[in-house]
Structure formats: C-alpha cells, structure tokens
C-alpha cells in the first residue's frame, strides 16, 4: 500500500512539474530551463562561447526580430496572424534609403534627418498594416489570405523600386548620424558593452506590456483572443480590436525596417527575407498560443534570446565541429514545429481541464 502511493505521490509531483514546465499559465520557467540548458550545452562545446563578443553578438541580432515581435504577439492575441511582416520590413528598408536621400538633397538638418526618416517608416509600416486591417475587418477576408497577399504585394513593390532607382543599386547610406541610431553601443565608446538598440527593445517591451496588462485596451486585447463571441456580448468593440492589431503590426515592421539599415548600413529588397517565420517561431515558442488570448511578452523575449544563443552557438559548433551552416535551417525549422506543438498541448490539456471542472 505504502509503495503503490509512493508511485502515485511520485507521478502526481511529475505531473505538476510538467505543468508547472510545459501547461501552466507561463512559459517562463520551461524556457529558462530551456536557455540555462543551451548556455551550459553551447559553453561545454565551444571554447568562446562566454566571451564579450559572443555576448554582443546575440544581442546586437535580436533588436529587429523583438521590436517585430510585439506586433506580431498581439495580432495572435486576438485570434489572428500576420504573414506579411517580413516583406513590410523589406519594403520600408528600401524607402528608408530613398527617403534619406531625397531628404539630403532637400537640405533637411543632419539633426532631423533620422527622426524624420524614422517617422517615414513608421508612416510607411502603419500604412501596410491599415490596409491589411481594412481587407481583414471590413471585407472579412481570411488573415492568412490577406497577409500572403501583402506579403507578395510588399516585397514586389520593394523589387520594382529597386529596378527603378538608381539610387537602390547600392542602396548604401553612409550618414554617421543616421547609422549612429543603431550603431551606437553603451555605455561608451572605449567600454561598448551592449548597443542602443537594446534600449529601444527594452522600453518597447516595457510599454506593450503595461498596456496589455493594466489598461482596457490590453484587457479587450485577450478577451476577444479568448472567446470573440463572449467579449461582443460584453460590450467590447471587436473590430476595433482586431482592426488596431494589424496597424501595430504594420508599425513596429516599419520601425523595424529603419533599425535594420541603420545596423547595416544598407537597404535592400531582400531585407527581412524569411522574418515571418522566425518571428511566430519565437512568439509561439515564448507561449502565445495561436489559437489566442493566452501569453506574454515576457516568454517572447525569452524565447527571442533562445535563438539568438542557438544562432551564435551553432555558428561557434561550426568552426569547432566542423557542423554546416545549412543545418541552422532545419534547426530553426524544428523549433517552430516543437513551439507549435508544445502550444497545441497546451490547448488541449486546458480544454480537458475545462471539461473534468464541468
């Protein structure tokens, strides 16, 4: 008797660890075992691997995917998805150079030229996303369907620029005050630690998440992911809803797009290539579930600097094992499907829940 409930008392601790790890309300305890496990794997396996430079590395690669990522962690909140963000990105990095140089030809201030040339892309992102929202909300076509389309529509606007000025051959800006928005690394210049573009991720992260948690909007945001027809009957304007997390969306792409030619010093059509995928990678991954009203940008960032480790590590592995670059790929491929079915676990495990309770 004794030891049939030792085996019970065992898989009950079992089971509430796994949900504690893997069904309960947070991701955050199963993905910080995820990145302890990763630091420790990586670090065993590769000489370099904690050193600065590794350090800065990570973190100077995940300012685009995290400010896209907002976007896109809320679109999937409401119930939605939004396959366009990499080609709103690429478009808006293409005009990022076309703006800067009309804006220099003009004579705008060096000081105001990046504000402006921000404020143009932001203008830019918001405009694709208003039209994906309007498609979405108004005319009720599929969000799957609408977004490929402003993901063929975005990205063949950006190549048609491209062949049509001059300017885009190259596509270089070489504006120290522009590439200084992105370029530049605290807390000096002798001691560069970590880039200023962390800064901005961090105070984006910090307002998003106290609007999701502590404002009306935030609260309207998860009820209509959780139950659309519950959060109609409580008054809660859906559309509305839904129709501002695509302009978000469209936004922090287009903010994105201006970050990324400032890092790069370059602005192409092929920015941003592939962008989509390692974004729901990482919001999926850091708990929001797809089926939505679920999550947090806590997880998200997390989950962002998971890659980001996985990234630099296997690019380390590569020169000490002699591991390919092709298998970053297939790597970043079976994350998706692991976040994917972690997230689909944890829509059944509550729906069971739902039904022992009733």
Request: hydrophobic share 55%; glycine share 10%.
């Amino acid at each position: 008797m004794s030891s049939t409930s030792a085996r019970m008392n065992g898989s009950l601790r079992r089971r509430g660890i796994g949900e504690a790890l893997v069904y309960g309300k947070s991701m955050v305890p199963a993905l910080s075992l995820l990145l302890v496990i990763l630091l420790a794997f990586f670090g065993l396996m590769t000489r370099y691997f904690f050193t600065l430079g590794t350090f800065k590395a990570i973190i100077s690669n995940i300012p685009v995917i995290a400010i896209v990522s907002v976007g896109m962690t809320i679109v999937l909140l409401v119930g939605g998805l939004d396959l366009s963000v990499g080609s709103i990105l690429g478009f808006t990095a293409v005009n990022v150079v076309l703006f800067h140089d009309w804006f220099e030809r003009v004579g705008v201030p060096v000081i105001w030229l990046p504000w402006l040339v921000l404020l143009c892309s932001l203008l830019i992102g918001t405009g694709l996303g208003l039209i994906n929202a309007v498609i979405i909300t108004r005319i009720g076509i599929n969000p799957v369907i609408t977004t490929l389309g402003m993901m063929a529509l975005a990205r063949g606007m950006a190549s048609w620029f491209m062949l049509g000025f001059p300017i885009l051959k190259t596509g270089r800006i070489t504006d120290p005050v522009f590439l200084s928005m992105a370029r530049t690394y605290l807390p000096s210049e002798k001691v560069a630690i970590f880039p200023i573009t962390l800064v901005y991720v961090v105070l984006l992260y910090a307002i998003a998440m106290l609007v999701l948690r502590y404002t009306r909007y935030g609260r309207n945001v998860f009820a209509v992911g959780s139950n659309e027809y519950a959060a109609r009957l409580a008054g809660v304007d859906v559309r509305r809803i839904k129709f501002s997390a695509y302009v978000i969306s469209g936004a922090v792409s287009g903010l994105a797009g201006a970050i990324l030619v400032a890092q790069l010093s370059l602005g192409r059509d092929d920015a941003g290539l592939g962008l989509e995928l390692d974004v729901i990678t990482a919001v999926v991954l850091g708990g929001v579930s797809m089926a939505g009203g679920k999550g947090s940008l806590v997880g998200v960032f997390i989950a962002i600097i998971i890659l980001g480790v996985i990234r630099s590590g296997m690019v380390q592995l590569q020169a000490a094992i002699g591991l390919s670059y092709y298998w970053r790929d297939p790597v970043a491929g079976l994350i998706l499907i692991l976040a994917i079915s972690i997230d689909a676990a944890r829509i059944m495990a509550t729906k069971r829940r739902q039904v022992v309770r009733q």
